[in-house]
């Protein structure tokens, strides 16, 4: 019985998006025992951004939604609200990696061309995200309150993400693992 090409594709997505998922669920746990930048390093970021990339829009887009909604369902945190925002802003990381380094050449610019592009989507779109769902709650997001959610409390896990995320890729592509 041979398998075919297709097939095992379909397959290493599935194996690939099912360990973002795992690590999304963990990684909090692991920056969570650093309190002064614990949050600050985005840990659930990473292998959303992982997974666009290297599973395709599809695949990120489902593991960017999934993942705080389900890391709130079974361990409370983050807080309802946030995960509800945080679902917007990691499925559009997810997406937005995979559509571009689909689309943009397989070269070391592309890929960084891609995070960028990604994360500053993603934090728009988690911007009016909870904008939206605060207004519900009768609270408001003020401009310089998304700043400090969007990017100044953010700068660890920023750097972070623009220094591991394309050295991984890089690696997985020149290995040939990627299935996007």
């Known amino acids: 019985m041979t398998v075919e090409k297709g097939g ?6 599935l194996v690939y998006s099912a360990m973002c998922l795992a690590l999304a669920l963990v ?3 692991l920056t ?10 985005c840990p659930m970021h990473l292998p959303v951004l992982l997974c666009g990339f290297l599973c395709g829009w599809p695949w990120g887009l489902a593991v960017g939604i999934i993942a705080p909604l389900l890391r709130t369902l ?9 995960a509800a925002a945080m679902a917007f802003e990691l499925g559009t990381y997810g997406a937005v990696t995979g559509i571009l380094y ?5 070269k070391p610019w592309s890929t960084y061309l891609a995070l960028i592009c990604a994360m500053v989507a993603g934090r728009l779109v988690w ?48 290995a040939k693992l990627t299935a996007n």
């Open 27 to 29: 990684l909090p746990f």
């Open 8 to 13: 095992s594709k379909v397959l290493r997505r």
């Open 74 to 82: 079974i361990f409370h945190m983050p807080p309802p609200v946030t």
């Open 32 to 41: 969570g025992q650093v309190p002064q930048i614990g949050s600050m390093l």
């Open 127 to 174: 911007g009016a995200a909870d904008y939206v769902i605060l207004g519900f709650t009768g609270s408001t997001l003020t401009p310089a309150a998304f700043l400090a959610g969007a990017v100044t409390n953010a700068v660890p896990g920023i750097i972070l993400q623009i220094v591991l995320v394309p050295l991984i890729v890089m690696a997985l592509d020149r």
């Open 102 to 106: 689909r689309v943009l050449p397989r």
